[in-house]
């Protein structure tokens, strides 16, 4: 069983920011395509960014300019630097780890979630 440790949710007033922090297991971090992802209730999880081992990101347009994903190799860990909250930011934030070769799936691991609250 491969263990995300999330870290780095709260409350916070719009406009504020927050770090979430994903440590993983050195074994995958190394390969794995890392990404971070939110739902909030009664909606489906959806991507907020993912960046790949060769630091290439990617986000999703909603939190474009305002959050950035980053990795740090050598603690296998990944960050979501989140700026300029807002209230619609509000979920459940999910660490995903991930490694694709030849568009086939070959690992695919979830954290357990951090709360990301966003008051007005």
């Known amino acids: 069983q491969v263990l995300l440790v999330e870290s780095g949710g709260g409350l916070v007033q719009a406009g504020g920011s927050l770090r979430l922090s994903c440590a993983a297991p050195?074994?995958?971090?190394?390969?794995?395509?890392m990404g971070w992802y939110r739902q909030a209730p009664g909606k489906q999880r959806d991507l907020v960014a993912t960046i790949t081992t060769g630091g290439s990101t990617n986000y999703a347009d909603s939190v474009k300019g305002r959050f950035t994903i980053s990795r740090d190799n050598a603690q296998n860990t990944a960050y979501l630097q989140m700026n300029s909250l807002k209230p619609e930011d509000t979920a459940v934030y999910y660490c995903?780890?991930?490694?694709?070769?030849?568009?086939?799936?070959?690992?695919?691991?979830w954290g357990q979630g951090t709360q990301v609250t966003v008051s007005s």
């Open positions: 050195g074994s995958i971090f190394s390969i794995n395509t």
């Open positions: 995903n780890s991930r490694f694709e070769s030849f568009g086939i799936r070959i690992q695919d691991y």
